[in-house]
Protein backbone atom coordinates (compact mmCIF):
# COMPACT_ATOMS: atom_id res chain seq x y z
CA UNK A 1 0.00 0.00 0.00
CA UNK A 2 1.76 3.07 -0.95
CA UNK A 3 1.24 6.38 1.29
CA UNK A 4 -1.81 9.38 1.16
CA UNK A 5 -0.08 12.05 -0.41
CA UNK A 6 -0.28 15.20 2.40
CA UNK A 7 1.56 18.46 1.49
CA UNK A 8 4.52 19.01 3.68
CA UNK A 9 3.48 21.79 5.51
CA UNK A 10 0.76 24.48 5.88
CA UNK A 11 0.70 27.81 7.51
CA UNK A 12 -1.29 30.65 8.68
CA UNK A 13 -1.89 33.40 11.35
CA UNK A 14 -3.96 33.05 14.31
CA UNK A 15 -7.47 33.49 13.69
CA UNK A 16 -6.95 31.91 10.16
CA UNK A 17 -7.85 29.13 8.66
CA UNK A 18 -5.52 26.37 7.25
CA UNK A 19 -6.53 23.57 5.07
CA UNK A 20 -4.97 20.29 4.50
CA UNK A 21 -5.35 17.66 1.54
CA UNK A 22 -5.12 14.29 1.71
CA UNK A 23 -4.90 12.35 -1.82
CA UNK A 24 -5.57 8.59 -1.94
CA UNK A 25 -6.62 6.73 -4.69
CA UNK A 26 -10.03 4.82 -5.58
CA UNK A 27 -9.09 1.84 -3.07
CA UNK A 28 -8.64 3.34 0.09
CA UNK A 29 -10.16 7.19 0.19
CA UNK A 30 -12.26 7.10 -2.49
CA UNK A 31 -13.83 3.89 -1.44
CA UNK A 32 -13.99 4.01 2.70
CA UNK A 33 -15.62 6.54 4.35
CA UNK A 34 -13.00 6.04 7.28
CA UNK A 35 -10.40 9.25 6.79
CA UNK A 36 -9.16 9.97 10.33
CA UNK A 37 -6.49 12.93 11.12
CA UNK A 38 -4.12 13.23 14.32
CA UNK A 39 -2.31 15.55 15.34
CA UNK A 40 1.00 14.78 16.77
CA UNK A 41 3.01 17.35 19.03
CA UNK A 42 6.59 17.08 19.31
CA UNK A 43 7.22 13.93 21.10
CA UNK A 44 4.09 13.14 22.10
CA UNK A 45 1.23 10.34 20.75
CA UNK A 46 -0.92 11.08 17.78
CA UNK A 47 -3.79 12.28 18.73
CA UNK A 48 -7.37 11.25 16.91
CA UNK A 49 -8.77 14.82 15.69
CA UNK A 50 -11.35 13.49 13.27
CA UNK A 51 -13.10 9.94 12.43
CA UNK A 52 -14.92 8.93 9.24
CA UNK A 53 -14.31 11.34 7.55
CA UNK A 54 -16.32 14.76 9.39
CA UNK A 55 -17.19 13.34 12.86
CA UNK A 56 -14.94 15.06 15.92
CA UNK A 57 -14.34 13.19 18.96
CA UNK A 58 -15.66 14.58 22.29
CA UNK A 59 -13.15 17.29 23.30
CA UNK A 60 -11.95 18.41 20.16
CA UNK A 61 -12.91 21.89 19.60
CA UNK A 62 -15.62 22.74 16.04
CA UNK A 63 -12.42 24.93 14.87
CA UNK A 64 -11.66 21.42 13.23
CA UNK A 65 -13.70 19.73 10.91
CA UNK A 66 -13.29 17.16 7.76
CA UNK A 67 -14.54 16.76 4.60
CA UNK A 68 -14.03 14.44 1.34
CA UNK A 69 -14.43 14.65 -2.27
CA UNK A 70 -13.42 11.62 -4.57
CA UNK A 71 -10.00 10.58 -3.86
CA UNK A 72 -9.05 13.67 -1.64
CA UNK A 73 -10.01 14.47 1.69
CA UNK A 74 -9.38 17.91 3.60
CA UNK A 75 -8.86 18.86 7.18
CA UNK A 76 -9.98 22.02 7.75
CA UNK A 77 -8.21 24.14 10.66
CA UNK A 78 -10.44 27.71 11.59
CA UNK A 79 -9.43 30.57 13.89
CA UNK A 80 -5.94 29.00 14.13
CA UNK A 81 -4.18 29.06 17.52
CA UNK A 82 -1.17 28.35 18.73
CA UNK A 83 -1.70 25.42 19.58
CA UNK A 84 -2.74 24.13 16.92
CA UNK A 85 1.05 24.05 15.48
CA UNK A 86 1.66 20.45 15.27
CA UNK A 87 2.32 17.71 12.52
CA UNK A 88 -0.75 16.31 11.44
CA UNK A 89 -1.43 12.82 9.61
CA UNK A 90 -4.69 11.78 7.28
CA UNK A 91 -5.52 7.83 7.49
CA UNK A 92 -7.31 5.68 5.56
CA UNK A 93 -9.24 2.42 6.24
CA UNK A 94 -8.27 0.16 2.60
CA UNK A 95 -10.09 -3.01 3.77
CA UNK A 96 -7.87 -4.19 6.56
CA UNK A 97 -4.68 -2.85 5.72
CA UNK A 98 -4.75 0.95 6.92
CA UNK A 99 -2.43 3.52 5.30
CA UNK A 100 -1.47 6.60 6.77
CA UNK A 101 -0.63 10.18 4.77
CA UNK A 102 2.86 11.57 4.43
CA UNK A 103 2.05 14.43 6.95
CA UNK A 104 1.76 17.53 7.41
CA UNK A 105 3.47 20.54 9.58
CA UNK A 106 1.64 23.18 9.81
CA UNK A 107 2.68 26.34 11.32
CA UNK A 108 1.33 29.29 13.09
CA UNK A 109 2.67 32.51 12.13
CA UNK B 1 -10.40 5.19 31.64
CA UNK B 2 -9.04 3.74 28.49
CA UNK B 3 -5.00 3.62 28.75
CA UNK B 4 -2.37 1.73 27.04
CA UNK B 5 0.78 1.45 28.78
CA UNK B 6 3.82 0.31 26.61
CA UNK B 7 7.39 -1.03 28.30
CA UNK B 8 9.94 0.85 28.17
CA UNK B 9 12.89 1.92 25.59
CA UNK B 10 15.08 -0.61 24.41
CA UNK B 11 18.74 -0.23 22.82
CA UNK B 12 19.77 -3.20 21.04
CA UNK B 13 22.60 -4.40 18.74
CA UNK B 14 21.81 -4.69 15.00
CA UNK B 15 21.02 -8.76 14.02
CA UNK B 16 19.10 -8.96 17.06
CA UNK B 17 15.16 -9.19 17.91
CA UNK B 18 12.97 -6.71 20.12
CA UNK B 19 9.79 -7.06 21.80
CA UNK B 20 7.40 -4.34 22.93
CA UNK B 21 4.39 -4.61 25.18
CA UNK B 22 1.66 -2.79 25.57
CA UNK B 23 -0.82 -3.57 27.77
CA UNK B 24 -4.25 -2.32 27.77
CA UNK B 25 -7.17 -1.42 30.54
CA UNK B 26 -10.35 0.20 31.21
CA UNK B 27 -12.15 -1.65 28.27
CA UNK B 28 -12.91 -5.37 26.96
CA UNK B 29 -9.02 -5.99 25.55
CA UNK B 30 -10.49 -8.76 23.32
CA UNK B 31 -13.40 -6.18 22.08
CA UNK B 32 -10.86 -4.03 19.81
CA UNK B 33 -8.26 -4.34 17.22
CA UNK B 34 -4.63 -3.77 18.61
CA UNK B 35 -2.95 -2.07 15.74
CA UNK B 36 0.95 -0.98 15.84
CA UNK B 37 2.84 1.98 13.96
CA UNK B 38 6.29 2.99 14.32
CA UNK B 39 7.98 6.33 13.46
CA UNK B 40 11.09 6.48 12.73
CA UNK B 41 13.11 9.83 13.44
CA UNK B 42 12.07 13.07 11.86
CA UNK B 43 9.49 11.08 9.72
CA UNK B 44 6.00 9.75 9.22
CA UNK B 45 3.64 7.73 11.12
CA UNK B 46 3.85 3.95 9.02
CA UNK B 47 1.48 1.35 9.66
CA UNK B 48 2.79 -2.58 10.83
CA UNK B 49 -0.03 -4.47 11.55
CA UNK B 50 -3.06 -5.15 13.69
CA UNK B 51 -3.61 -8.40 16.12
CA UNK B 52 -7.29 -9.24 16.65
CA UNK B 53 -7.12 -10.06 20.94
CA UNK B 54 -9.91 -12.23 20.43
CA UNK B 55 -8.82 -14.92 18.42
CA UNK B 56 -5.32 -13.71 17.49
CA UNK B 57 -5.66 -13.21 14.24
CA UNK B 58 -3.13 -10.75 12.30
CA UNK B 59 -2.97 -9.03 9.49
CA UNK B 60 1.27 -7.37 8.55
CA UNK B 61 2.17 -4.72 6.17
CA UNK B 62 3.75 -6.80 3.27
CA UNK B 63 6.90 -4.56 4.23
CA UNK B 64 7.06 -6.52 7.73
CA UNK B 65 5.82 -9.60 6.46
CA UNK B 66 7.66 -12.42 7.88
CA UNK B 67 10.22 -10.23 10.30
CA UNK B 68 7.39 -8.82 12.64
CA UNK B 69 5.52 -10.59 14.55
CA UNK B 70 2.27 -9.98 16.76
CA UNK B 71 0.65 -11.36 20.12
CA UNK B 72 -1.34 -11.22 22.47
CA UNK B 73 -1.84 -12.49 26.24
CA UNK B 74 -5.28 -12.09 26.72
CA UNK B 75 -4.90 -13.26 30.73
CA UNK B 76 -3.24 -10.22 31.38
CA UNK B 77 -4.44 -7.62 28.47
CA UNK B 78 -1.11 -7.15 26.78
CA UNK B 79 -0.21 -6.70 23.25
CA UNK B 80 3.34 -7.61 21.79
CA UNK B 81 5.07 -6.89 18.95
CA UNK B 82 8.14 -8.44 18.18
CA UNK B 83 10.95 -7.26 15.44
CA UNK B 84 13.56 -9.70 14.33
CA UNK B 85 16.64 -8.90 12.04
CA UNK B 86 17.12 -5.48 13.40
CA UNK B 87 18.96 -2.81 11.60
CA UNK B 88 19.93 1.00 11.61
CA UNK B 89 16.30 1.43 9.65
CA UNK B 90 14.31 0.00 13.11
CA UNK B 91 15.47 2.76 14.75
CA UNK B 92 11.74 4.39 15.52
CA UNK B 93 9.36 5.09 18.14
CA UNK B 94 6.78 2.13 18.18
CA UNK B 95 3.28 2.45 18.97
CA UNK B 96 -0.08 0.64 19.70
CA UNK B 97 -3.16 1.53 19.09
CA UNK B 98 -7.12 0.92 19.84
CA UNK B 99 -9.03 0.78 17.06
CA UNK B 100 -12.92 1.56 17.33
CA UNK B 101 -14.26 0.92 13.78
CA UNK B 102 -12.05 2.37 10.97
CA UNK B 103 -9.37 4.66 13.62
CA UNK B 104 -7.76 4.52 16.62
CA UNK B 105 -8.77 6.70 19.18
CA UNK B 106 -6.43 5.75 21.85
CA UNK B 107 -2.96 5.73 21.45
CA UNK B 108 0.18 3.96 24.22
CA UNK B 109 3.00 6.91 24.90
CA UNK B 110 5.00 5.04 22.70
CA UNK B 111 8.40 3.15 23.06
CA UNK B 112 11.55 3.90 21.33
CA UNK B 113 13.51 1.33 20.05
CA UNK B 114 17.62 2.23 19.36
CA UNK B 115 19.07 -0.04 17.04
CA UNK B 116 22.94 0.85 16.99
CA UNK B 117 26.39 -1.45 17.07
Known amino acids: QSALTQPPSASGSPGQSVTISCTGTSSDVGRYSYVSWYQQHPGKAPKLMIYEVTKRPSGVPDRFSGSKSGNTASLTVSGLQAEDEADYYC?????????FGTGTKVTVL | QVQLVQSGAEVKKPGASVKVSCEASGYTFTDYYIHWVRQAPGQGLEWMGWIKPDNGGTTYAQKFQGRVSLARDTSINTAYVEVSRLSSDDTAVYYC??????????WGQGTLVTVSS
Open chain 2, 97 to 106: ARETGGYSDH
Open chain 1, 91 to 99: SSYAGRPYV
